[in-house]
């Protein structure tokens, strides 16, 4: 059975068709059963501004070390959705919570 470990939110920058706009993000770490630490991203991005790039179903997240992550938005964007929309990237694994904190320092120190 999976262990929620810690939640952290920041801000970085998303990327989309060459514009960037200040976003906060929000990662989830989770312990699996064989030890390994699971970590979940989203994005909250405002809607308006994603349509004016030209978004329709993936950007990329500018994390706050400078690395880039791919995120996509569950469908297609179109004016009927939210206000605010919510983009995940694929889940990463980490062997180990040594690795998860070295990969993820936005969390500050992991427990577990």
């Known amino acids: 059975m999976s262990e ?20 906060g993000y929000k990662l989830v ?5 064989d030890d390994a630490i699971r970590v979940k991203i989203s994005v909250m ?8 790039q030209g978004f329709t179903h993936d950007g990329t997240l500018i994390r ?21 929309v919510t983009l995940g990237a694929s889940d990463i694994i980490c062997p180990s919570i040594d ?7 936005e969390f500050g ?3 577990g």
């Open 29 to 33: 770490a989770i312990r699996e059963h």
């Open 64 to 84: 706050e070390g400078g690395e880039r992550l791919p995120v996509t938005f569950d469908g297609e964007l179109d004016v009927g959705d939210n206000i605010s």
């Open 45 to 52: 991005a405002p809607r308006d501004w994603l349509l004016a």
């Open 99 to 105: 690795e998860a904190r070295r990969t993820f320092p």
């Open 4 to 23: 929620h470990l810690q939640e952290a939110a920041t801000h970085g920058k998303l990327e989309v068709a060459g514009g960037q706009s200040d976003v």
């Open 109 to 111: 120190r992991l427990s």
